[in-house]
């Protein structure tokens, strides 16, 4: 096992640390991603049982199956037409360096002070 020194640790730290950027909670992600993926599914289901449904409800004929099952295939699901994709996290250097950024644009800290922060993470960021 090697021993890292502080400062090692600290890139390291502003390298590999990622923080959720995406704008929500980041504990609401556990139960989030979930339903996202389970959205689109559930309603292909029910499209597919409406048409066949809808299919069943008519007289047993090969021309309603066959049209039954190209309006199935027609439409395209909706993981092809509006899909959700999971959005990685953001290295914390970055976000560091945002939140900075955007107390000397507020007016909460000095320029200057700001300036001296972001050249020491800048300094200890391995890339």
Do not use: C, F
Request: proline share 3%; no cysteine.
């Amino acid at each position: 096992m090697v021993r890292r020194s502080p400062q090692e640790k600290k890139a390291l730290s502003y390298a590999k640390d990622r923080r959720n950027d995406y704008g929500e909670n980041d504990k609401s992600s556990r139960k989030s991603i979930r339903r996202n993926k389970r959205t689109p599914n559930r309603s292909d289901r029910h499209r597919a049982s409406q048409v066949l449904t809808d299919a069943a409800g008519a007289t047993v004929d090969v021309e309603v199956a066959e049209r039954a099952e190209n309006a199935l295939l027609a439409k395209k699901s909706m993981w092809y037409t509006t899909r959700w994709r999971k959005w990685r996290d953001a290295p914390l250097a970055d976000i560091v360096s945002y939140k900075l950024r955007r107390r000397a644009e507020l007016g909460i800290d000095t320029p200057d002070a700001v300036a001296a922060r972001l050249a020491r993470i800048s300094r200890r960021r391995i890339r």
